[in-house]
């Protein structure tokens, strides 16, 4: 049965409480991100990768809706998006900026039911960066609550389909109810395997990499490694990718015309092909998703060799 994250609003799925133990009687986000557990522990180990995923389900309605010209064998396993436009979108409309970002959670709603349609593994999207805090109060407060929004509306469709959410960024900034929620729906969708939705929040790629020599720095000082044994690997162990299995984006696409990374998954993106769309988010459906899914196919990626 094909789904629709447009279903009638979702009332909130009643799972188990995933975490036994109240979330902020720990004083950092981190300690309590899965594959983060606490430093200088004798289960260094058991640092990265933890609930590392085996291959995805692929349900068979899944792959019998490719379009006509995609190949299957070259699909990128994790797509990134940087969402750009929706208040552009508003203006041109006259409407209040918010209705931008709403029709922007629509507009990841549909990409989110094609990449599970098509068999993509992983989508990222750049949902609030480290500089968006530096917009008027009243659009933070508002896209605080409609990631919250969003959360609660969609939770039952996670569920329902085998989708698992990650969230990385800086969250001790945001409201707490709102660092609750992630954790929870983290936690509780983690064991989903069809497709994984990784939403960055008060994200840049210079937070992600200064987070990692941070937490690298303390595992130096406390013994567990030496200076030297740092590399690529121990790394990207560190960096808040860690929760996926496909943690360096195949494509990156920008909409709304822009050029420009804009401090998205720096270290990620080193090999990651680029596509830049016209349209303004809201804007951005099947038939430009096709578009930058056929150019990606068409790419030869050498990774410098
Ligand atoms: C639940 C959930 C994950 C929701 C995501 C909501 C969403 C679409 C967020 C995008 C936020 C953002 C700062 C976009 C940048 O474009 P802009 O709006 O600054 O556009 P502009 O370039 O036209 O000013």
Known sequence: M?????????????????????????????????????????????LTHQ????????????????????????????????????????????????????????????????????????????????????????????????FERGMQEDTGIFFRENIRISVIGDLTKLPKALQELMVNLEEATKNNTRFQLIVAVSYSGHYDVVQACQRLALKAKCGLIEPSDINVSLMEQELETNCTEFPHPDLLIRTSGEFRISNFMLWQLAYTELFFAQSLWPDFGEAEFLKALLAFQQRQRRYGV
């Open 2 to 46: 094909p789904f629709s994250l447009h279903f009638s609003p979702t009332p909130l799925i009643t799972a188990p409480s995933p975490l036994s133990k109240p979330f902020f009687l720990v004083p950092y986000y981190h300690t309590l991100h899965a594959p983060k557990s606490p430093l200088c522990s004798s289960t260094e180990h058991a």
């Open 51 to 146: 609930g590392k995923q085996e291959a995805f389900d692929r349900r068979p309605e899944d792959s019998q809706t490719l379009p006509l010209g995609l190949r299957r064998d070259a699909m990128p396993s994790h797509v990134a998006v940087i969402m750009d436009g929706n208040r552009r979108w508003a203006r041109l409309r006259d409407l209040p900026v918010r209705s931008g970002y709403e029709a922007g959670v629509e507009s990841l709603r549909k990409i989110v039911e094609i990449c599970c349609k098509w068999g993509i593994k992983v989508l990222s999207v750049f949902a609030f960066s480290s500089d968006n805090w530096f917009r008027p109060k009243v659009e933070v407060e508002f896209l605080m609550s409609l």
